[in-house]
């Protein structure tokens, strides 16, 4: 089985389109394909140590799901399923996806729900990211200066995204037991 366990929350499939990126830097021993959280049952999910997981933020700052008018179950129906579940020892680094022009006021704040969900049941959460470089009026998912996962606008910054997810990887690559 791979290291590196890599699941997403989709709703128009641009979340879907950056784990299949991040999949192609890694060979199939050290990370697993992408999967859907929707696709997936907790114990799939609580059987890896490490785990890259990718949201996008919808609506007024909400998780994917059926109450923010996603086309499917997402991460709001997934988090329910292991909420018993405990994280100790489990290292995990997140990305979301949000537009800083339309939504502005809540940029990648999908990011701290999952943030706040992992960390209070034990998980090492890596990969903070820089907001430098970002015009966005403010976001949910900043603390002590820095985005808690990496900040991805597909709409307005497309072009930085394939340098912005090489950086991160080679950031939270130590943390994952990766060369760098």
Do not use: C, H
């Not at 996603?70 to 018993?84: G, R, V």
């Not at 706040?116 to 998912?141: H, I």
């Not at 910054?157 to 997810?165: F, G, K, Y």
């Amino acid at each position: 089985m791979a290291r590196i366990g890599l699941f997403f929350g989709t709703n128009t499939g641009n979340t879907r389109k950056v784990a299949k990126q991040i999949k192609k830097r890694f060979d199939d021993d050290t990370m697993a394909d992408p999967v859907n959280v929707n696709r997936i049952e907790p114990g799939d999910f609580a059987a890896y140590d490490y785990l890259i997981l990718g949201t996008p933020t919808l609506g007024e700052g909400q998780l994917p799901g059926l109450s923010a008018d996603a086309d499917a179950e997402s991460w709001e129906e997934f988090l329910p399923k292991i909420e018993d579940l405990s994280f100790e020892g489990k290292t995990i680094a997140l990305f979301g996806l949000g537009d800083q022009v339309a939504y502005g006021n809540e940029f990648v704040d999908a990011l701290i729900v999952l943030y706040d969900f992992f960390s209070e049941r034990g998980a090492k959460l890596v990969g903070a990211w820089p907001t430098e470089g970002y015009d966005f009026a403010t976001s949910q998912a900043v603390e002590d200066g820095r985005f808690v996962g990496l900040a991805l606008d597909l709409d307005n910054q497309a072009d930085q995204t394939e340098a912005r997810l090489d950086a991160w990887l080679k950031q939270i690559a130590a943390d994952f037991g990766l060369p760098a």
